[in-house]
T-cell receptor
């Protein structure tokens, strides 16, 4: 069945380092993939969208890659800051296996903690 | 600009009681609307989505129902709550048509505790 896996539930890094979060998907061919940030007790906030024909997308200190052969997206935060601490969700958009509908499906997220 | 409202922010209800959560969107027309549930330690689970007034699609069979009586109003209901209905309920909207760069914008959420 369709599965979205984010590399770990929690990731701790030192301030100033680059954080790399991984999103792998199986039994799925998304047309595009999104990344969201979620702070405790709040709704997710959209960060970046990358299409299947794009290899890389950047926005300020954020960079996303999308490898449809590996079925993987990497999310990087360079020069990380304590304010970057949050849970990051990947969300591929495509057709659910065994169903006709297309939808955005969210991974469980990786909780990033940036230590001063 | 567009804004999305949800209320109440927090709700504590006894098992077997009814539920009504409301979501409204401002600043856009004919949005796609979504209800999600996020249980502790779990991902976002899509419950319902709607592409127009009176049009509701259910993703997961359960104890809940949804209605869209107006273009920018989405309501999540239950006749009798179960313990397993506890969680963080999020409403979201996306610009039409559904699926085209479907970036979703989330409301602040309702934390529901069923006792």
């Amino acid at each position: 069945s369709q599965k979205i896996e984010q590399n770990s539930e929690a990731l701790n890094i030192q301030e100033g380092k680059t954080a790399t979060l991984t999103c792998n998907y199986t039994n799925y061919s998304p047309a595009y993939l999104q990344w969201y940030r979620q702070d405790p007790g709040r709704g997710p906030v959209f960060l970046l969208l990358i299409r299947e024909n794009e290899k890389e997308k950047r926005k300020e200190r954020l960079k996303v890659t999308f490898d449809t052969t590996l079925k993987q997206s990497l999310f990087h935060i360079t020069a990380s800051q304590p304010a970057d601490s949050a849970t990051y969700l990947c969300a591929p958009w495509g057709r659910r296996e065994g169903a006709g509908s297309y939808q955005l499906t969210f991974g469980k997220g990786t909780k990033l903690s940036v230590i001063p | 600009s567009q804004t999305i409202h949800q209320w109440p922010a927090t709700l504590v209800q006894p098992v077997g009681s009814p539920l009504s959560l409301e979501c409204t969107v401002e600043g856009t027309s004919n949005p796609n609307l979504y209800w999600y549930r996020q249980a502790a330690g779990r991902g976002l689970q899509l419950l319902f989505y709607s592409v127009g007034i009176g049009q509701i699609s259910s993703e997961v069979p359960q104890n809940l129902s949804a209605s869209r009586p107006q273009d920018r109003q989405f309501i999540l209901s239950s006749k009798k709550l179960l313990l397993s209905d506890s969680g963080f309920y999020l409403c979201a909207w996306s610009p039409p048509p559904r699926g085209y760069q479907e970036t979703q914008y989330f409301g602040p959420g309702t934390r529901l505790l069923v006792l």
